[in-house]
Antibody, heavy 118, light 110 residues
């Protein structure tokens, strides 16, 4: 079954970091990119960045430059997204998504809720 | 990168057709044929409905179609059904090698 399984919900204090994992079921990322998208409560989708699972190359949205790092471990078919210096407005559901090179995301993780609160 | 512009809401009756617009610039929508559309039901992950402006993934109903003219892309849903009620988002590749989403459109089936 083609699926992406994300790590569980996280609670952090402002200024802390969070690292979310996204495990692919087998070799389903070959030929694709892995995008990260977030959605704040009651808000729309926001693109954060992408990683090439093969090369490890990344592209980040300007809004997250310097605060986000996307990595992968090909040996366990898992990608990671770390967001640092968390603020309350980083409270959101974070999704990973398998994505064509042209941008269509056809397989999504179940989402990981990150709550940032003092 | 500013979000693409979508109407906040659209509505239609069962059986009717509706169109949702997505307006960007020549640096995103107008410059590339890399526009995607997503359907999202409450509490669920988005679902890909259209990619590369007008291509449908396997399993998506042919009631959904996409097009583009200049800096504006459009999603048309024909034969509206109750289960089509959801939020819809467009997305486009940009000249900065990034992607940008629209603000989302809430579709109500009357």
């Amino acid at each position: 079954q083609v699926q992406l399984v994300q790590s569980g919900a996280e609670v952090r204090k402002p200024g802390a970091s969070v690292k979310i994992s996204c495990k692919a079921s087998g070799d389903i990322l070959t030929g694709y990119y892995l995008h990260w998208v977030r959605q704040a409560p009651g808000q729309g989708l926001e693109w954060m960045g992408r990683i090439n699972p093969n090369s490890g190359g990344t592209n980040y949205a300007q809004n997250f430059q310097g605060r986000v790092t996307m990595t992968r471990d090909t040996s366990i078919s898992t990608a990671y997204m770390e967001l640092r210096r968390l603020r309350s407005d980083d409270t959101a559901v974070y999704y990973c998504a398998r994505t064509y090179s042209s941008g269509g995301s056809d397989v999504w993780g179940q989402g990981t809720t990150v709550t940032v609160s003092s | 990168q500013s979000a693409l512009t979508q109407p906040a809401s659209v509505s239609g009756s069962p059986g009717q057709s509706i169109t949702i617009s997505c307006t960007g610039t020549s640096s995103d929508v107008g410059g590339y044929n890399y526009v995607s559309w997503y359907q999202q039901h409450p509490g669920k992950a988005p679902k890909l409905m259209i990619f590369d402006v007008s291509k449908r993934p396997s399993g998506v109903s042919n009631r959904f179609s996409g097009s583009k003219s200049g800096n504006t892309a459009s999603l048309t849903i024909s034969g509206l059904q109750a289960e089509d009620e959801a939020d819809y988002y467009c997305s486009s590749y940009t000249s900065s090698i990034t992607w940008v989403f629209g603000g989302g459109t809430k579709l109500t089936v009357l």
